[in-house]
């Protein structure tokens, strides 16, 4: 099989590549995606982050980091990112009108996925976040065997039925010879801002049947809350408009359990 495999080639001036991936849509992937990509940055001002939507179909980064404009060429002919919030950004929402359907062929993803990650001025990057589309299909093959990806996140809800295709997201990139960085357990509870009545309205704990059967460590617990959701809906992260509250830190700890794992992944090698 190995033969007929595309050898993988790093992408030009980009450090580590983090996905964050989910088998089931709905879960709030993007949404991690971005705060973890603030929270990288947060942790460590000193280093540069970027975030690649690669939900072709279904961009949401132009909406949920409020940057909305097509970008220009350099002297390289290559995409400058949009910027925001100290994030280099790229997301065919950039070059598509807001409301046009892509309505395309298989083919057609990948060459716009290959121009997303190969003709982008992406360096120099610490870290690039690559926010995928739900699902174990094309994209998510495609990028896997294309470049050199340091890990993957896999997020779900503790929902039975998110759960069983979170595993399968998991398996997906085991198979490829990505490393899985750890679980993010999202909408995990619910605390009722009037009276503090906490309920598990997707279930409780489920994801510690997949972290325990897949020997996986379980990065972060997200709790279901309207400000993270009206924060990326409106353009301004909860980890922007408020960084230091307890959902903020949850992100950012997150964050910091990636580098700490990268960083060991480093010490390994060398």
């Given amino acids: 099989m190995s033969r007929g495999l595309p050898k993988k080639f790093p992408i030009a001036g980009v450090e580590n590549v983090i996905v964050v991936a989910s088998g089931k849509g709905g879960v709030g ?21 970027g975030i ?10 132009p909406t949920m980091m409020n940057v909305n404009a097509e970008p220009e060429l350099n002297k390289q002919n290559l995409m400058i990112p949009l910027q925001n919030y100290g994030l280099k950004c790229m997301s065919m929402g950039f070059l598509v009108e807001e409301n046009a359907p892509i309505v395309w062929r298989g083919m057609m993803v990948m060459s716009a996925l290959q121009k997303l990650l190969r003709q982008v001025a992406w360096g120099p990057l610490d870290y690039l976040v690559i926010d995928m589309p739900p699902g174990t299909g094309d994209t998510q093959l495609s990028i896997s065997q294309n470049i050199p990806i340091n890990g993957a996140l896999i997020v ?23 490393p899985v960085l750890g679980l993010i357990q999202n909408m995990s509870i619910y605390t009722c801002p009037n009276c503090g009545h906490q309920e598990h309205i997707f279930g409780k704990d489920g994801i510690d049947k997949i972290a325990k059967a897949m020997k996986l460590d379980i990065l972060g617990d997200i709790p279901l809350n ?9 353009g301004k992260p909860i980890l922007v ?7 903020s830190l949850v992100y950012k700890d997150i964050a910091r ?14």
Wanted: proline share 5%.
């Fill in 241 to 247: 408009t408020d960084p230091n509250c307890p959902e």
């Fill in 52 to 61: 690649l939507d690669a939900d072709v179909y279904g961009p949401s980064l």
């Fill in 29 to 49: 992937k993007s949404t991690t995606a971005v705060n973890l990509a603030l929270g990288l940055a947060a942790n460590d001002e000193s280093k540069t982050v």
């Fill in 226 to 234: 309207k400000h993270i959701r009206e924060g990326c809906d409106t």
């Fill in 156 to 178: 779900s809800t503790p929902q039975d039925i998110a759960l069983l295709d979170a595993r399968k997201g998991a398996e997906m990139f085991r198979k490829v010879d990505v």
């Fill in 257 to 270: 359990k990636v580098m700490e794992i990268l960083k060991n992944q480093k010490n390994q090698i060398t």
